[in-house]
């Protein structure tokens, strides 16, 4: 280390929460969020992530839920001083993370040795889709993978192999109708000042968008800090934990407000089904597109930190993302 050279400790968040006794699905509800989140248990019921605006805004909304179960929780900011440090947290991310591709490896290496065998056509149509999964599984797990676990690659590289054998003499299918166009808003939601926390992600970009095409075409934003904020006259929140647009049960504000404002359209549906995986990460529609559109709006967030910029980066994604599902839903 230099002279003068300050070293800073990487910053934690920390949920420590208490859940009662029943409903018994509450723990594993919980439970399987927590794991989807990539976080690490520290102590009984202390769990940790690396601070970020994503994880500090995933914790957030969990501590949410806790509470709604019945239960208490709180999220803080934590620097390690004794009994754990930095390094050993890292490395205990890094080894769950390991666990994670060597099970995905294990798997890609059961489905290559099918596919080196003589395997009927049903047979490499099971294969075919078992491989879409591990995919699948692979992006998720790259996306709460905070440290780089080496085993990605070796993961990365035998469902490679399994796609490009499986693309050999395979044929691509086309299909898909033109279905209507976006729905009608109804009155009362529109020429309002729309208000949402600072530091947009995905569900707020994505709400933002819908609002602004689908519902209000002359709305403004107003990104404030967040808990507490009392709108004014003409004002609405919005992704908010007060707001009057925002996570309802296990829908997230891009589908509730889909849901408030009556529009039925099937392209907005699936962009919704999007948008529910990657801001809840529960998995509950497991559509392909969902890891190219997360790694797009994460690559957003990371070269703007305007948050009006990210809104304009994210309708140009969204805008076409719309086209395609228009004209194959």
């Not at 596919?115 to 995919?135: F, M, V």
């Not at 039925?264 to 509950?284: F, M, Q, R, S």
Request: hydrophobic share 40%; net charge negative.
């Amino acid at each position: 280390m230099n002279a003068g050279e300050i070293v800073t400790k990487a910053p934690w968040l920390l949920l420590i929460h208490q859940l009662p006794a029943k409903p018994a699905y509450a723990r594993v509800k919980v439970w399987r969020r927590l794991q989807a989140l990539g976080a690490v248990i520290v102590k009984n019921a202390v769990y940790a992530l690396p601070f970020n605006e994503e994880t500090q805004e995933d914790f957030a909304w969990l501590a949410r839920e806790i509470v709604e179960l019945g239960g208490e929780a709180l999220v803080c900011e934590a620097e390690l001083v004794e009994g754990l440090d930095d390094s050993e947290l890292r490395r205990m991310f890094v080894a769950t993370r390991n666990e994670d591709y060597a099970g995905l490896t294990k798997e890609a290496d059961g489905l290559a040795a099918r596919l080196a065998g003589d395997a009927s056509d049903s047979e490499l149509g099971d294969i075919a889709n078992q491989t879409g999964r591990l995919r699948k599984q692979l992006s998720e797990v790259a996306a709460i993978d905070f440290f780089e676990a080496d085993g990605r690659e070796a993961a990365e590289q035998r469902i490679a192999g399994l796609e490009h054998r499986l693309s050999q003499g395979s044929e691509t299918m086309t299909a898909g109708q033109p279905t209507g166009q976006a729905g009608t808003a109804p009155p009362g939601m529109g020429a309002k000042i729309w208000v949402t926390r600072e530091h947009v992600q995905i569900d707020r970009i994505a709400s933002a968008w819908l609002i602004r095409r689908f519902i209000d075409s002359s709305a403004r934003f107003k990104f404030v800090p967040g808990r507490s904020y009392v709108p004014r006259a003409g004002e609405v929140r919005f992704d908010m934990f007060e707001g009057e647009y925002t996570h309802e049960g296990d829908r997230c504000t891009f589908e509730v407000l889909l849901l408030r404002a009556g529009i039925d359209d099937p392209a907005l549906a699936a962009i919704g089904e999007i948008i529910h995986d990657i801001d809840l990460k529960d998995g509950k529609y497991a559509r392909e597109e969902t890891a190219g559109i997360r790694t797009v709006m994460s690559g957003i967030a990371a070269a703007h930190r305007d948050d009006e910029d990210r809104l304009a980066r994210g309708a140009a994604v969204l805008d076409d993302l719309y086209e395609y599902f228009r004209t194959t839903q």
